[in-house]
């Protein structure tokens, strides 16, 4: 089964610095999406960005961009120019090509520290 | 502004009570999908529709779940009889699938029903 690790349960970062969140998944699958959702204290689920796998060129949404390491597994988010705004929990979620379901991280909280 | 709303937004019962809650997905979303989010099992699928039909429950306590699409625009997940351990938010998503079930477009999540059972 597919399982995604989030291993940084809190992070926290100086407005308008950068800040990196980490995550990690495991599949025997070659085509896949990626995803990274935030939800802040309203608990709307809020979807940031997305990650198909078969493309090798990481995906971007203004301040948002990732770090796509197929080979390693890896799923990293950059959030460029922090704003107060932004804190949130933030899940990296993996989704089978062809399937349904999403599979979610354990979610990292982000702090931004004014 | 479209948007998956969900009803109602809090809801606390006692243990032994029935629990509705409910869904309208985004007005041509054919694919909606139910997920439980706990501070111990984070976010997991309980079930899935596609059509109206239900497509996966595997993620669902059979023997108090129930969830089911009366018409498109409306989606509900009943617990009967509800138990503490069943406190969680509950999500609903919507999204359009084509091609069958090979391909699926993003899921928009509602706001969830905080659902504290004493």
């Known amino acids: 089964a597919q399982t995604v690790t989030q291993s940084q349960p809190e992070m926290s970062v100086q407005e308008a610095e950068t800040v990196t969140l980490s995550c990690t998944y495991d599949?025997?699958?070659?085509?896949?999406?990626l995803f990274w959702y935030k939800q802040p204290p309203s608990r709307q689920m809020i979807l940031v960005i997305r990650?198909?796998?078969?493309?090798?060129q990481n995906a971007t949404e203004n301040r948002f961009s990732v770090n796509f390491q197929k080979a390693a597994k890896s799923f990293s988010l950059k959030i460029s120019d922090s704003q107060l705004g932004d804190a949130a929990m933030y899940f990296c979620?993996?989704?089978?090509?062809?399937?349904?379901?999403?599979?979610f991280g354990q979610g990292t909280r982000l702090t931004i520290n004014p | 502004d479209a948007r998956v709303t969900q009803t109602p937004r809090h809801k606390v019962t006692e243990m032994g009570q029935e629990v509705t809650m409910r869904c309208q997905p985004i007005?041509?979303?054919?694919?909606v999908f139910w997920y439980r989010q706990t501070m111990m099992q984070g976010l997991e699928l309980l079930a899935y529709?596609?059509?109206?039909?239900?497509?996966?429950d595997s993620g669902m306590p059979k023997d108090r779940f129930s969830a089911e699409m009366p018409d498109a625009t409306l989606a509900t997940l009943k617990i009967q009889p509800s138990e503490p351990r069943d406190s969680a938010v509950y999500f609903c998503?919507?999204?359009?699938?084509?091609?069958?079930?090979?391909?699926?477009?993003?899921?928009?999540f509602g706001p969830g029903t905080r659902l504290t059972v004493t």
């Open positions: 599949t025997s699958e070659s085509d896949y999406y």
């Open positions: 529709f596609r059509n109206r039909a239900p497509l996966d």
């Open positions: 007005l041509g979303h054919n694919t």
């Open positions: 990650q198909e796998a078969y493309k090798q």
């Open positions: 998503a919507s999204g359009l699938g084509q091609g069958g079930q090979t391909f699926l477009y993003e899921q928009y």
């Open positions: 979620a993996y989704r089978e090509w062809g399937a349904q379901k999403l599979v």
